[in-house]
């Protein structure tokens, strides 16, 4: 079964992470804006510096990842 967004992305972005992220023009908690972000979002996930305050473990990352390989379901 594929990842899909509402069920296996969305609930990784905390509060604190789409609060700070939307100043910057994408709401992580709205699918088409990560869609449109995912490849910018993957590549600060992925060299860790995105969330500023605490990186994603691996898994996560991967869960990603395989999230945008599949087609970035909704
Ligand atoms: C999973 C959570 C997060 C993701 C996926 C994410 C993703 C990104 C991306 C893709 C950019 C580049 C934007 C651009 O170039 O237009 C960025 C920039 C930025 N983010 Fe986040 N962010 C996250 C959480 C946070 C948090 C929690 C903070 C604040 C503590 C934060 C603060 C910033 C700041 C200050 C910038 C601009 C400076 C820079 O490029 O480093 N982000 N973020």
Redesign the pocket.
Known sequence: MKLSFDQDIKP???P??IE??TP???D?SVYADVKA?AQ??Y???ADG??????P?SPDQVEKFKRWMDEGMEP
């Open positions: 990784l972005f905390r604190f992470d700070s992220m910057f023009g994408f992580l972000h910018s979002i590549d600060r996930l510096s995105m969330p500023c305050d605490d994603w």
